[in-house]
């Protein structure tokens, strides 16, 4: 049974950071390109980032890029978001997902390229 956990949302002021962790079982890890989407309140769900299989190839959605960076650690089976400088319009559920397709570079950033996903973390970024 494949399974990813989110980890790490919470309350944060405008201007600060957090890191999200999503741990993954259930699959091998290492062979797939991994993503992190995010849903606001009455928004459909976005890409935010996504990192090749290997960790080599990174990709990011315009309104994140210079403030947020994904990372893999393939020996924790764990996908990173690392999120500094919020805004309040950072504030949503975040997903990350599993890409469908084996060994994916990190071009993948719609919904439909991937199969798992897990249950979101909340981040909320008053303003």
């Known amino acids: 049974q494949v399974q990813l956990v989110e980890s790490g949302g919470g309350l944060v002021q405008a201007g600060g950071s957090l890191r999200l962790s999503c741990a993954v079982s259930?699959?091998?890890?290492?062979?797939?390109?991994m993503g992190w989407f995010r849903q606001a309140p009455g928004k459909e769900r976005e890409f935010v980032a996504a990192?090749?299989?290997?960790?080599?190839?990174?990709n990011y959605a315009d309104s994140v890029k210079g403030r947020f960076t994904i990372s893999r650690d393939n020996a924790k089976d764990t996908v990173y978001l690392q999120m500094n400088s919020l805004k309040p319009e950072d504030t949503a559920v975040y997903f990350c997902a599993a890409d469908r397709t084996l060994y994916s570079s990190s071009s993948d950033t719609t919904e439909y390229d991937y199969d798992y996903w897990g249950q979101g973390t909340q981040v909320t970024v008053p303003s």
């Open positions: 259930g699959l091998t890890f290492r062979r797939y390109a």
């Open positions: 990192i090749s299989w290997s960790g080599g190839g990174t």
